[in-house]
T-cell receptor, first 112, second 115 residues
Framework: DAKTTQPPSMDCAEGRAANLPCNHS???????VYWYRQIHSQGPQYIIH???NNETNEMASLIITEDRKSSTLILPHATLRDTAVYYC?????????????FGKGTTLSVSS | ETGVTQSPTHLIKTRGQQVTLRCSSQ?????VSWYQQALGQGPQFIFQ???????GRGNFPPRFSGLQFPNYSSELNVNALELDDSALYLC??????????????FGEGSRLTVL
């Protein structure tokens, strides 16, 4: 079973920030938080990951709470092309052979 | 573009047949994993190959098998196809070094329909 909880769906207006929450209250000390997204009929796309510090790249920002029990993915200026299912996953990269356990994710709908 | 390519993109088989799906991993990656995604569900882990050996497996029966070749490309074989095997099959490549696995990069998938 997935170790994360996400809302099933969210809406966002184009140009506004999309803030996608994720709860991972049972996260272990060596587990990272990963975010992937899947645009309809395509393979999942890696977005960002982090351990405990906030992270930012060209696609998004990841804010992890101090107790690491929850996080938020921020798309600063959402576009129509950001409409996708967003998956929050916890995983230890130091365990070879461990899988990404996908839940049902959050379907983000960006509208004009 | 992730550099992970899968073939074929679509195929139709009948119940009881066998199917082979192929994956070329991203340049520099040494690990391949396979996922099954049924309609409306998240991807489910099938297995992972590293250095041509299976080093992790999900809850899938033995009729799901795989290979990894010296050039790190991979095949997924499914025998005795069942209707429930209809799904999008995703291949992902990554790089393992010193016990640390990097991010997974996925291909666009092979959509299998079993009639």
């Amino acid at each position: 079973d997935a170790k994360t909880t996400q809302p099933p769906s969210m809406d966002c207006a184009e140009g506004r920030a999309a803030n996608l929450p994720c709860n991972h209250s049972t996260i272990s000390g060596n587990e990272y938080v990963y975010w992937y997204r899947q645009i309809h009929s395509q393979g999942p796309q890696y977005i960002i990951h982090g351990l405990k510090n906030n992270e930012t790249n060209e696609m998004a920002s990841l804010i992890i709470t101090e107790d690491r029990k929850s996080s938020t993915l921020i798309l600063p200026h959402a576009t129509l092309r950001d409409t996708a299912v967003y998956y929050c996953i916890v995983r230890s990269p130091n365990q070879a052979g461990t899988a990404l356990i996908f839940g049902k994710g959050t379907t983000l709908s960006v509208s004009s | 573009e992730t550099g992970v390519t899968q073939s074929p993109t679509h195929l139709i088989k009948t119940r009881g047949q066998q199917v082979t799906l192929r994956c070329s991993s991203q340049s520099g990656h040494n690990t391949v994993s396979w996922y099954q995604q049924a309609l409306g569900q998240g991807p489910q882990f099938i297995f992972q190959y590293y250095r041509e050996e299976e080093n992790g497996r999900g809850n899938f029966p033995p009729r799901f098998s795989g290979l990894q070749f010296p050039n790190y490309s991979s095949e997924l074989n499914v025998n005795a196809l069942e209707l429930d095997d209809s799904a999008l099959y995703l291949c992902a490549s990554s790089f393992i070094q010193g016990g640390h696995t990097g991010e997974l990069f996925f291909g666009e998938g092979s959509r299998l329909t079993v009639l």
